[in-house]
């Protein structure tokens, strides 16, 4: 399943109602927080496993917590 959001998609994500968490989220290498321009307040924790964003093959280095509604199913 793919996932959009501000334009950047991602092929990996947890969204909390299917896992019970607070907020939906993915993992992201620093990288792509650069290349994409994603805020560092978005930023949560230390990433696990291999960044989210579609076509990056880097480790994660955080998670990226979305806002409500922020990030969409396509």
Aim: charged letters at 30%.
């Amino acid at each position: 399943m793919l996932y959009k959001c501000k334009g950047i998609i991602f092929d990996d994500a947890v969204l909390k109602k299917e896992s019970g968490d607070v907020n939906d989220y993915t993992s992201v290498c620093i990288p792509c927080v650069r290349k994409h321009k994603i805020s560092w307040s978005k930023l949560d924790g230390i990433g696990s496993e291999y960044c989210g964003v579609k076509g990056c093959t880097n480790r994660a280095n955080y998670y990226l917590d979305f806002e409500d509604g922020e990030l969409e199913v396509i």
